[in-house]
């Protein structure tokens, strides 16, 4: 069975600085791979997603994401934090495409002005 | 608006009543998806529905959890005889029938049972 792990429930980062959030998998098949993010008082939203081939995936507000599997990881990062990344974040796997999803425990992400 | 709607978004229910949540997916989406989240844990796959099918309901997590999508469209989840240990957040997702497509999320219904 698939599963993921996020370390570190909480993370800080000041603004301006670099975003980095690990996510790392286990699969018995080639993964797809997703992260995402949830604002106060809403629903799930899709940051990004690895299916198949780049295995650099771009999603929105700047984030983007390495797939290796190497390390079984695809952490999330942005170069440059901003006030509204403020939220939390997951990671998830599926083994089959089909939204059935293994989810992290998630980050928080606070951002220091 | 054309995103997942969830009703009621909050309920607070007292031990060993029955409760049931409505979803509304997107229009058009085939596959409906059913999650729970619990406070400081990632969302909880529960089941899933192809149009009126359900596909995969071995992941609910007790048989007081039952869920149904009669004609395709709304689906509910079904709780019977609440415990303390039932709340949580219970979170409805769309997608369309093809797969590797994005699952739009509704804002969940929370349980509280006291």
């Known amino acids: 069975a698939q599963s993921v792990t996020q370390l570190g429930s909480h993370v800080s980062v000041s603004e301006g600085a670099l975003v980095l959030l690990r996510c790392n998998y286990s699969?018995?098949?080639?993964?797809?791979l997703f992260w995402y993010v949830q604002y106060p008082n809403q629903g799930l939203q899709l940051l990004l997603k690895y299916t198949t081939g780049a295995t650099l995936v771009k999603g929105i507000n700047g984030f983007e994401a390495e797939f290796k599997k190497s390390e079984t990881s695809f952490h999330l990062t942005k170069p440059s934090a901003h006030m509204s990344d403020a939220a939390e974040y997951f990671c998830a796997v599926s083994d089959d495409g089909n939204n059935r999803l293994a989810f992290g425990k998630g980050n928080q992400v606070v951002v220091i002005p | 608006d054309t995103g997942v709607s969830q009703n009621p978004r909050h309920k607070i229910t007292k031990r060993g009543q029955n409760v049931t949540f409505r979803c509304d997916p997107i229009s058009e989406h085939n596959r409906l998806y059913w999650y729970r989240q619990t406070l400081g844990q990632g969302p909880e796959f529960l089941t899933y529905f192809q149009n009126e099918a359900q596909l995969e309901k071995s992941r609910l997590l007790s048989d007081r959890f039952s869920a149904e999508r009669p004609k395709g469209s709304f689906s509910t989840l079904e709780i019977q005889r609440t415990e303390q240990g039932d709340s949580a957040m219970y979170l409805c997702a769309s997608s369309p029938n093809t797969g590797n497509t994005e699952a739009f999320f509704g804002q969940g219904t929370r349980l509280t049972v006291v």
């Open positions: 699969s018995s098949v080639p993964p797809y």
